[in-house]
């Protein structure tokens, strides 16, 4: 279920997710939040199983702060969708794997970057993703608006129309639409 | 035959004074180590360790360590102990966060740094040959507390560890008062290690407040500058 969209633009990253958490055919919540930041340079949108979704955000965050201590300098965008992916890789590797589809999106030192990290351990890299039952329905619209220097405005209003399409016809997908925007100087204030 | 039962081969037993011989010596190799101090009032603490910096082409060893966006710790005796007690505390402090979703008070951490440390004085291992002194806010107020090889934990508002630990806590004794202002506190820590070491010396502050309720190193820390490493 779940629509989640992360776009890159020139000034930074735009997420975007609905509000809706399904259970079965009946709608579960109407108010979830499917946006999370892992720092201030660094955030992820959830869709699938949201226990195992939370779970792995909170694990990633605990990982990620003892590395940044360790070493003495945050994590790039890509070595948190890594360390993402091989704990979920692990689990399934293991008999138990975490039911998720995430978008990982951030600004390093290289600019913004979107990934996107399955249940099986993948992960893969463009300009804009999408994931969740909606995705189909959402990069039907990103594939019709996004252009490379896209700012972050046009970002956030693309990423919303996105939601918005796939909510009209995907019935796990509903209720509203949040907005996430990452600028290129965060990377500055957590390094 | 009995003296080399006691002294040589089961050093880790009672000797016939009822002294752990090897806890002692734990604690004879952390006061072989940098001078290294902890003060706090009710509205900071500081840590502030001597750095020795013996050598020009020598880069300064880290003494002050961020453990949890609220709490710090510095320590003395052998670095390599003082390093890996820190990540045991540093780990702990995550797991908290994962178990509670909240950061870890600092009663608790020392607690489980006591712990950890008790451990190592039970059975045929080598306690670990460090002191710490951690430093942190949390819903009680600004903590201090010092942690001895032996596992024993100390609360209070200075305390001082490693070479001439006793001179200095004597500067700190009597140049302490309860409404001391930040500045004035490093500078106290400061004249305290200095008046060890002389003038001029290398120190590593780091600082808590009630305000922040951050735990930040004072000078910059030495962070290396942040690349991206190229991957696939």
Redesign the interface.
């Known amino acids: 279920m779940t629509t989640t969209i992360g776009i890159t633009c020139s000034d930074g990253v735009v997420l975007a997710a609905d509000k809706r958490a399904s259970k079965g055919f009946f709608v579960g919540s109407k108010a979830v939040n499917k946006l999370f930041m892992l720092d201030d340079a660094t955030a992820v949108a959830i869709a699938g199983q949201m226990s195992d979704a939370e779970y792995l955000v ?2 990633a ?3 990620r ?2 590395i940044t ?6 994590l ?1 965008v ?2 948190s969708a ?1 360390l993402i992916s091989n704990i979920v890789y692990n689990g399934m590797k293991s008999y138990n794997p975490f039911y998720v589809e995430l978008v990982v999106a951030g600004v ?3 600019g913004p970057h979107v990934y996107t990290a399955d249940m099986s351990g993948a992960i893969t890299s463009e300009p804009f993703m999408a994931s969740g039952s909606g995705s189909p329905l959402a990069y039907g619209v990103m594939e019709q608006g996004f252009r490379l220097g896209l700012n972050l405005d046009a970002g956030k209003q693309l990423a919303e129309q996105a939601v918005r399409a796939a909510m009209e016809r995907d019935p796990g997908s509903g209720n509203g639409v949040d907005v996430l925007a990452v600028r290129n100087d965060a ?1 500055r204030e957590v ?1 | 035959m009995a003296m080399e039962a006691q002294g040589g081969r089961m050093p880790f037993f009672y000797s016939p004074e009822g002294r752990l011989l090897q806890v002692d010596y734990a604690l004879q190799a952390v006061n072989r180590g940098s001078t290294t101090i902890g003060l706090k009032t009710k509205d900071f603490a500081v840590l502030s360790s001597h750095v020795k910096p013996t050598r020009n082409l020598l880069e300064p060893a880290e003494k002050v360590f961020v453990v949890d966006e609220h709490v710090g710790a510095t320590g003395s005796g052998y670095i390599g102990d003082v390093n890996s007690l820190v990540d045991e505390i540093r780990i702990q402090a995550q797991r908290h966060r994962l178990v509670y979703d909240i950061p870890i008070d600092v009663g608790s951490l020392a607690r489980h740094l006591g712990q950890y440390l008790h451990n190592f004085t039970l059975y045929t291992v080598r306690p670990f040959g460090a002191s710490l002194i951690l430093a942190g806010v949390d819903p009680l107020g600004i903590q201090l507390v010092q942690i001895d090889p032996s596992g024993t934990t100390f609360r209070g508002n200075g305390f001082a560890i490693g070479a001439g630990s006793d001179e200095a806590l004597d500067v700190l004794t009597k140049g302490y008062r309860e409404d001391l202002k930040l500045a004035d506190a490093i500078a106290l820590n400061t004249r305290a290690i200095e008046s060890l070491n002389g003038g001029g010396t290398a120190i590593e502050h780091g600082v808590v407040t009630r305000d922040t309720g951050k735990f930040a190193h004072q000078n910059g820390g030495k962070a290396p500058k942040p690349s991206t490493p190229k991957t696939n």
């Open positions: 909170n694990l965050k605990a990982e702060r003892l201590l360790r070493r003495g300098y945050p790039s890509h070595e890594r390093d030192g290289e990377w390094a």
